[in-house]
């Protein structure tokens, strides 16, 4: 398992901007597929985007498309979430989390990866996006 912190979440006005990292401990990072997940209050987790290892192909939620990117760099053993054109309805917690399964043809048979899909997550940050 790796172990994963957040970081890079805060208050920003809409139409703006964050960058997310989740630095991730333990060996052979760049074989785990990343990806990062969101809760608002009161709502479940939700799928955000991922990024597989054999590939780092990406995969985004339709909500997120063209506004969020995914990317990795596995000499820093890290993932980030760049956010951008925020919205008040992706205000809230974001969750890193990696996956041991190959996210490649998990998406091909299933469309999207699910939270079971991930073993291992991170404690989460907060991104508020006020109006």
């Known amino acids: 398992q790796v172990q994963l912190v957040e970081s890079g979440g805060g208050l920003v006005q809409a139409g703006g901007s964050l960058r997310l990292s989740c630095a991730a401990s333990?060996?052979?990072?760049?074989?785990?597929?990343m990806g990062w997940f969101r809760q608002a209050p009161g709502k479940e987790r939700e799928f955000v985007a991922a990024?597989?290892?054999?590939?780092?192909?990406?995969y985004y939620a339709d909500y997120v498309k063209g506004r969020f990117t995914i990317s990795r760099d596995n000499a820093e053993n890290t993932v980030y979430l760049q956010m951008n054109s925020l919205k008040p309805e992706d205000t809230a917690a974001y969750y890193c989390?990696?996956?041991?399964?190959?996210?490649?043809?998990?998406?091909?048979?299933?469309?999207?990866?699910?939270?079971?899909?991930?073993?291992?997550w991170g404690q989460g940050t907060q991104v508020t996006v006020s109006s």
């Open positions: 990024i597989s290892w054999i590939a780092s192909n990406t």
């Open positions: 333990g060996r052979m990072f760049s074989t785990y597929g």
């Open positions: 989390a990696a996956s041991s399964l190959d996210l490649d043809w998990i998406v091909a048979r299933s469309g999207r990866p699910t939270m079971n899909d991930f073993g291992s």
